[in-house]
């Protein structure tokens, strides 16, 4: 399946299996590293060049907030598939989930690359991404795929200024970033077509403010 194509499909599961499958995917996301969908690493075979000690640094605080993003991205689908009251939505979101772990999967190994770490709050961006998600999803499907539409634009803004603000000799960093951009508007575009509801106009700027919140705090910490 392509990135960004929501496909309904599989056996109907209890609210156990929800609730077992979503303890699992909080136990990888946060103590380990999910397995993804298998896609190649878009920074593969592209020149790992020496960068300075300053664009080191900016470059590992840039992938720790990209990475946090995709932390939260999980915990977000995980919650709206539990909450969810149509099957083909929830398929919908844990696909989109899936396709989120290569990003989690590309950030951390660049992280690595570079000599950085993950953000010490992951535990707390998670559980907090989870109920909003969770929220989300109880409030109807529509407005779970509107809240997904948002999310997925308010990403690629985001991705859009970490590439305006990537060292420039970060080619491999820089690769990753516009994937995932390009992936976060795929999915945007799906949960339109899929009837997304359009969220009133104060929910999208509490949306930037948490994130400004959390984007600025996993730059350090």
Same mark, same amino acid.
């Given at each position: 399946?392509?990135?960004?194509? %929501?496909?309904?499909?599989?056996?109907?599961?209890?609210?156990?299996?929800?609730?077992?499958?979503?303890?699992?995917?909080?136990?990888? !996301?946060?103590?380990?590293?999910? #397995?993804?969908?298998?896609?190649?690493?878009?920074?593969?075979?592209?020149?790992?060049?020496?960068?300075?000690?300053?664009?080191?640094?900016?470059?590992?605080?840039?992938?720790?907030?990209?990475?946090?993003?995709?932390? *939260?991205?999980?915990?977000?689908?995980?919650?709206?598939?539990?909450?969810?009251?149509?099957?083909? $939505?929830?398929?919908?979101?844990?696909?989109?989930?899936?396709?989120? @772990?290569?990003?989690?999967?590309? *950030?951390?190994?660049?992280?690595?690359?570079?000599?950085?770490?993950?953000? %010490?709050?992951?535990?707390?961006?998670?559980?907090?991404? %989870?109920?909003?998600?969770? &929220?989300?999803?109880?409030?109807?499907?529509?407005?779970? &795929?509107?809240?997904?539409?948002?999310?997925? @634009?308010? $990403?690629?803004?985001?991705?859009?200024?970490?590439?305006?603000?990537?060292?420039?000799?970060?080619?491999?960093?820089?690769?990753?970033?516009?994937?995932?951009?390009?992936?976060?508007?795929?999915? #945007?575009?799906?949960?339109?077509?899929?009837?997304?509801?359009?969220?009133?106009?104060?929910?999208?700027?509490?949306?930037?403010?948490?994130?400004?919140?959390? !984007?600025?705090?996993?730059?350090?910490?």
């Amino acid at each position: 399946m392509a990135v960004g194509e %929501f496909k309904a499909g599989g056996r109907e599961l209890s609210l156990l299996d929800h609730l077992i499958s979503a303890a699992q995917a909080a136990l990888t !996301t946060i103590a380990s590293t999910p #397995a993804g969908t298998g896609r190649a690493d878009p920074a593969q075979g592209l020149d790992a060049a020496r960068l300075s000690d300053s664009d080191k640094r900016e470059s590992v605080r840039l992938m720790r907030v990209n990475h946090v993003g995709e932390v *939260c991205a999980q915990a977000l689908y995980e919650g709206q598939a539990l909450s969810g009251r149509d099957g083909r $939505v929830r398929d919908a979101m844990i696909q989109a989930a899936a396709e989120e @772990q290569d990003h989690l999967v590309w *950030c951390e190994n660049r992280l690595e690359e570079l000599g950085g770490r993950r953000s %010490f709050l992951n535990p707390l961006w998670y559980v907090g991404a %989870f109920g909003m998600g969770a &929220l989300a999803g109880w409030m109807g499907d529509q407005w779970s &795929l509107g809240f997904l539409k948002e999310t997925e @634009q308010q $990403v690629e803004a985001h991705l859009d200024s970490h590439l305006d603000r990537l060292p420039n000799g970060d080619l491999r960093s820089r690769a990753v970033v516009q994937q995932m951009k390009e992936d976060e508007h795929g999915h #945007a575009q799906a949960a339109k077509r899929a009837g997304a509801a359009e969220l009133p106009w104060p929910v999208p700027a509490l949306m930037r403010n948490v994130a400004r919140v959390m !984007t600025g705090t996993a730059r350090w910490i």
